[in-house]
């Protein structure tokens, strides 16, 4: 097998086991707003993410009902411990989704566990919800076959070329031309002003197709 196909097969299984799981969290519906979602985004610190949730588990003091006030603080303090084993954001950020998840023995034998995500591509979005269910969408999303669109702008003077990707732009390579402004100047001067920039004009375009 090729070190291609390798990572094909590889990428294929991942990308089934994290819609699988996203599929379960999306059925998940909690007792009451104790389900916690985290969207971690590439630039943010990790150390800003961990004091808003010690903020929010202060906040989660004043819940009248002490079975919720539990199960929401202590799902912060396990997200904040798992933010711990971070030194930094990962590349593509970071999801996470914790809480008292319901199960057959009934309210008040909830077992609180966690979820992490790695996400496939960057996220987006800086996020915290304390909801009745996981916010699973924008991982979803971006598991969604997206057509991508290779995008070419050329003048006399500049070419640009780009990759759109759903509704992210990418700005692949710039080249130039050389080509100088408008020539002033008339007789002799002129033509072999023009020739020159016949001969930078065809520079580029023969330097775009062999980037393209």
Same mark, same amino acid.
Request: proline share 4%; net charge positive; with cysteine.
């Given at each position: 097998?090729?070190?291609?196909?390798?990572?094909?097969?590889? $990428?294929?299984?991942? @990308?089934?086991?994290?819609?699988?799981?996203? *599929?379960?969290?999306? *059925?998940?519906?909690?007792?009451?707003?104790?389900? =916690?979602? =985290?969207?971690?985004?590439?630039? &943010?610190?990790?150390?800003?993410?961990?004091?808003?949730? @010690? *903020?929010?588990?202060?906040?989660?003091?004043?819940?009248?009902?002490?079975?919720?006030?539990?199960?929401?603080? $202590?799902?912060?303090?396990?997200?904040?411990?798992?933010?711990?084993?971070?030194?930094?954001?990962?590349?593509?950020?970071?999801?996470?989704?914790? #809480?008292?998840?319901?199960?057959?023995?009934?309210?008040?034998?909830?077992?609180?566990?966690?979820?992490?995500?790695?996400?496939?591509?960057?996220?987006?979005? *800086?996020?915290?919800?304390? $909801?009745?269910?996981?916010?699973?969408?924008?991982?979803? %999303?971006?598991?969604? %076959?997206?057509?991508?669109?290779?995008?070419?702008?050329? $003048?006399?003077?500049?070419?640009?070329? #780009?990759?759109?990707?759903?509704?992210?732009?990418?700005?692949? %390579?710039?080249?130039?031309?050389?080509?100088? #402004?408008?020539? @002033?100047? #008339?007789?002799?001067?002129?033509? @072999?002003?023009? &020739?020159?920039?016949?001969?930078?004009?065809?520079?580029?375009?023969?330097?775009?197709?062999?980037?393209?």
């Amino acid at each position: 097998m090729s070190l291609d196909t390798h990572k094909k097969t590889w $990428d294929s299984v991942k @990308r089934y086991k994290l819609t699988k799981m996203l *599929n379960q969290l999306s *059925n998940i519906a909690g007792h009451g707003t104790e389900l =916690v979602t =985290v969207y971690v985004p590439p630039r &943010r610190p990790i150390f800003e993410v961990i004091g808003q949730l @010690r *903020n929010e588990s202060g906040t989660a003091s004043n819940i009248k009902s002490d079975l919720t006030r539990t199960h929401v603080q $202590d799902a912060l303090s396990k997200t904040v411990e798992h933010l711990k084993l971070f030194k930094e954001t990962p590349d593509n950020g970071l999801a996470i989704f914790c #809480g008292a998840i319901p199960n057959s023995k009934g309210i008040g034998n909830e077992k609180i566990e966690l979820y992490s995500v790695l996400p496939p591509k960057p996220i987006q979005i *800086n996020l915290y919800r304390c $909801d009745d269910h996981f916010w699973t969408d924008h991982i979803k %999303d971006m598991l969604k %076959d997206e057509k991508v669109i290779g995008l070419l702008a050329i $003048d006399s003077q500049e070419a640009g070329l #780009g990759i759109l990707t759903g509704d992210r732009w990418e700005v692949i %390579d710039t080249l130039t031309s050389g080509v100088a #402004g408008k020539h @002033r100047q #008339g007789g002799q001067s002129a033509r @072999r002003f023009e &020739r020159l920039q016949i001969m930078h004009k065809k520079s580029l375009s023969m330097n775009t197709k062999l980037t393209v």
